[in-house]
T-cell receptor, first 112, second 112 residues
Framework: SAVISQKPSRDICQRGTSLTIQCQVD?????MFWYRQQPGQSLTLIAT?????????ESGFVIDKFPISRPNLTFSTLTVSNMSPEDSSIYLC?????????FGPGTRLLVL | ELKVEQNPLFLSMQEGKNYTIYCNYS?????LYWYRQDPGKSLESLFV?????AVKQEGRLMASLDTKARLSTLHITAAVHDLSATYFC????????????FGTGTRLKVLA
């Protein structure tokens, strides 16, 4: 497996602001993913972030709202832009290792 | 629309009992993953099932995959309190993309 960290672990933000979430892994990985998990719900894939190429977004998610960076093989960021209370959720990154995704600890976001 | 459904959604069982969680999916796929999530925690990989008829066992948990029936099962043998968690299955509908569609989750509570 891998050691994956996310920053911040939690945050409370005002509507209309933006928050950037960082994901760091202790080994080089080609594929990283960003998910959203609303409280008590399942996970929904937001986008796939491959180093050296633009992120690919799933239906219902757009780059203007969730811009992603992937500057190297161990790091990625997800920004939640122009936040509204509906963006309150847990955001998780994952990495692909040996054909399995391993997940970071998550970032709990509350938008007021 | 791709759907991954689990049942039951909630399960309360006595220690020492056996039970099975079902994961049904609506698309063809020969890759299925099981994860465990403890409250307030991230997801832990349990099993990776990569072909029809695959069976994996770890401790009191056993997972199987029937791709023709589009069904995976997670069988719990002689449950113990430490197994209390939420269990998710995830399907990779487009083999090789490593994009997962997660199931609805099964919240398991094992009563001492």
């Amino acid at each position: 497996s891998a050691v994956i960290s996310q920053k911040p672990s939690r945050d409370i933000c005002q509507r209309g602001t933006s928050l950037t979430i960082q994901c760091q892994v202790d080994s080089q990985v080609t594929m990283m993913f960003w998910y959203r998990q609303q409280p008590g719900q399942s996970l929904t894939l937001i986008a796939t972030a491959n180093q050296g190429s633009e992120a690919t977004y799933e239906s219902g998610f757009v780059i203007d709202k969730f811009p992603i960076s992937r500057p190297n093989l161990t790091f990625s960021t997800l920004t939640v832009s122009n936040m509204s209370p509906e963006d309150s959720s847990i955001y998780l990154c994952s990495v692909l290792l040996q054909e399995t995704q391993y997940f970071g600890p998550g970032t709990r976001l509350l938008v007021l | 629309e791709l759907k991954v459904e689990q049942n039951p959604l909630f399960l309360s069982m006595q220690e020492g009992k056996n039970y099975t969680i079902y994961c049904n999916y609506s698309t063809t796929s020969d890759r299925l993953y099981w994860y465990r999530q403890d409250p307030g925690k991230s997801l832990e990989s349990l099993f990776v099932l990569l072909s029809n008829g695959a069976v994996k066992q770890e401790g009191r948990l056993m997972a199987s995959l029937d791709t023709k029936a589009r069904l995976s099962t997670l069988h719990i043998t002689a449950a113990v309190h430490d197994l209390s968690a939420t269990y998710f299955c995830a399907v990779e509908p487009f083999s090789g993309t490593y994009k997962y569609i997660f199931g609805t989750g099964t919240r398991l509570k094992v009563l001492a």
